[in-house]
């Protein structure tokens, strides 16, 4: 998953780029700005360089498949398949992201930390903000410290939604937020690989 020699040139482009302005820009607010339009761009050509192995889904949870990890740890990419009712938990992400949906229709809820930025796992809490209705070629991007926090999934009565992840770190483990309690743990998540 590291060589990208192997890969579509729109998408060995796309991560070449992306790594270039993620090593060459501290802030993750502009590091997003200067993504998001690359991704705007890849998702408009996923149909040439996504493989069938990138579109595997589950039946009871939606699916990570990964297209690539950096073995340096700051930079991952991946292709979600969300099938109809299926959700994330409540979660942020330490890192910023860039997000383009494929086909389907992802919903993004926000939450909000009602005394600022969390810095510690009990005694939290938070607000519930808006959503937004992510159509294909839409772009979404979030940034750390506060972390966007955040649930995303598909409705019930839509199709199944395919989309596309950056990350600034490799994406194996999040908070996941229990709003009713007010806490948060750390929990590592699994993904399938490309190969
Ligand atoms: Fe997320």
Not at 135 to 155: C, K, L, Y
Request: some cysteine; overall charge negative.
């Amino acid at each position: 998953m590291s060589d990208t020699t192997s890969l579509h040139p729109s998408l060995a482009a796309f991560i070449a780029e992306s790594r270039a302005i993620a090593d060459s820009i501290d802030d993750p607010a502009d590091c997003v700005i200067a993504i998001a339009p690359l991704m705007h761009r890849l998702v408009g050509s996923a149909d040439e360089f996504l493989q069938p192995n990138h579109f595997r889904s589950e039946p009871d949870h939606y699916t990570r498949n990964a297209i690539h990890i950096c073995p340096s740890g700051n930079f991952s990419l991946f292709a979600l398949v969300w099938r109809p009712g299926q959700w994330t938990q409540v979660h942020d992400h330490g890192s910023w992201g860039v997000v383009g949906v494929v086909r389907g229709m992802l919903e993004e809820r926000a939450y909000m930390a009602a005394d600022g930025e969390i810095t510690a796992d009990s005694g939290i809490r938070l607000k519930r903000g808006g959503i937004v209705l992510l159509n294909p070629g839409a772009v979404s991007t979030f940034v750390p410290n506060p972390d966007h926090i955040h649930m995303t999934g598909v409705a019930d009565n839509h199709e199944t939604c395919v989309s596309l992840h950056l990350y600034g770190r490799n994406m194996d483990s999040f908070h996941i937020y229990d709003v009713a309690a007010g806490t948060r743990r750390m929990i590592n998540v699994p993904h399938q690989d490309s190969d």
